[in-house]
């Protein structure tokens, strides 16, 4: 799977077309994978599909296991007959070219709530049992997930975090805890009819697209939420003091982007404690990412070689150090537990040969980005003639730019670089881009939507330390025209990219 040579596309289901606010796993998704399929792409890679945490990012979610409530397709509700018509009227307000999350949010939550209130009154039996079913085989994070959620919603005034909740519950005193599960059962079950509607609505969608060829290709964030079910109910896997609050906390060394490097503020892994429990909550993690997902990625993979360490205290990175992970121990134990593990690994940013001797160990596919190439130096890894077979290239990720809008944010000077050593004008750098992408070496050939559409810089998914405005694209389905497709086939086809049996040369070629 991972050394075929394929290309595909980079899209959050958020940022697809619909009626209500936000991509789901609705009607436009199906439509997706049918355009994939006709512009002969075989991979499908999105952001992680976890619950949204701090700042409505993905990769900040109160669980690494619980799914994104919002992706849940109401019309499917509506379809269970768990929702009316006239609970589904559209809002003036809602905007097709943004997640309009204040808005969004309430909209579709009350109705996840509305369809769980009938679920629950009148339970069909079959779809009972099923609901039953789920509840039974998620049970190990599924309980502790949804008893987060309960506490959360009823401390959300304070937004002080689950350390200062009542004490007990806080601790997790087994017998707090009871009482307060029976006392709130009906939100608890919520929860859990919740995660079942997305389980059941994705792993639909998911064999949609691998009936039609397509592999989706997932995201793993190599932290997790310090306010999240897994913290809480984990602590002793972390970094944490007395109070639950972390000692030291995740980040980046200043480089070239920031020179006071990135302090993300996550949470710290016990690694000493995760080895003495034969890394079984990695393992479960892991497995619950590849059976939602034919691939996954592992984000900031150079962490699990060696990490940046910050002092909880300090405001920025500077004052961090590098702390060695649990290298080939970590995926050993994942290999002898899982078997193949089809893994790409996100190895960017500051990496040494003992990263990348890690990587080639395990023959993990690595990420090479075409933005970061262009720096005059015949030498750089990023350039298409110095890249691996076993990688993934991309004209760019969700933290950057779109190739139009990194286009005009570089000077003259570099744009007559990328121009010379391309052979082409500029006039349509994105094609340009992709076309070099296709043509490299690496395997796999994965390419941002905002490039296939041709979009500027005020499309682009993320801007890495700003806290507002982010993972709010969307795209409309007016946009996309039909030679995007036939475009993309084409070079799919001339630079051997097809997967599938059926990708055959026209027969006119």
Known sequence: MLHARRSGI????????????????????????DWLKGSQQSLWQM??????????????????????????????????????????????????????????????MSRLRIAAGRFFAAPDPDSFAAYTAFCKSESAWLDDYALFRTLDELNA???????????????RNPAALQKFAQENSEEVQFWKFCQWCFSVQWL?????????GIDMVGDVPIF???????????????????????????????????????????????????????YNW?????????????????????????????????????????????????????????????????????I?????????????????????????????????????????????THDN?????????????????????LAVSGEWIHWDMIRSAFSSVANFAIIPMQDVLGLSEEHRMNKPGEPDEQWEWRFTAEQIMEWHAQYLSELTWLYGRQYRESDLPPLDR
């Open 10 to 33: 980079l899209l959050h289901p958020t940022s697809l077309p619909g009626l209500y606010g936000s991509g789901d796993f609705g009607k436009p998704a199906y439509q997706f994978i």
């Open 157 to 171: 005034d304070d937004h002080k975090g689950w350390q200062t909740w009542d004490k007990d519950l806080a601790t």
């Open 352 to 396: 040494t040969p003992e990263v990348i001797a890690l990587r080639k160990q395990f023959e993990l596919p690595g990420m090479c980005i075409l933005h970061f190439a262009f720096d005059r130096d015949p030498n750089n890894l990023y350039l298409p003639h110095n890249i691996e077979k076993n990688s993934v290239i991309y004209t760019g």
């Open 47 to 108: 952001l992680p599909l976890v619950d949204i945490g701090v700042g409505r990012s993905p990769y900040m979610s109160p669980s690494a296991f619980a799914g994104n409530v919002l992706l849940i397709d109401l019309e499917q509700l509506k379809e269970a007959g768990w929702l009316e018509d006239e609970e589904l009227f559209i809002p003036g307000s809602f905007n097709d070219y943004r997640v309009n999350f204040p808005e969004v949010i309430p909209f579709r």
């Open 282 to 350: 990695w393992i479960d993690r892991m497995a619950h990412a590849m059976k939602m997902f034919d691939i996954v990625r592992i984000d900031h993979f150079r962490g699990l070689e060696s990490y940046w360490e910050i002092p909880a205290t300090e405001e920025t990175a500077l004052a961090g150090k590098w702390r060695k992970g649990p290298g080939a121990d970590f995926f050993n134990a994942l290999k002898n537990t899982l078997g193949s593990l089809n893994v790409i690994a996100e190895d960017l940013g500051d």
């Open 401 to 421: 730019n779109t190739t139009i809008g990194w286009w005009h944010s570089i000077s003259e000077y570099d744009r007559d670089y990328v121009r010379r050593f």
């Open 224 to 278: 997790v939420s310090l306010h999240s079910a897994d913290v809480w109910s984990r602590p002793e896997l972390f970094l944490l003091d007395a109070d639950g609050q972390p000692s030291v906390v995740a980040g980046v060394p200043p480089d070239g982007f920031n020179a006071t490097g990135q302090r993300w503020g996550n949470p710290l892994y016990n690694w000493s404690a995760i080895a003495d429990d034969n």
């Open 204 to 212: 639909r969608l998911k064999d949609y697209a691998n009936k039609n």
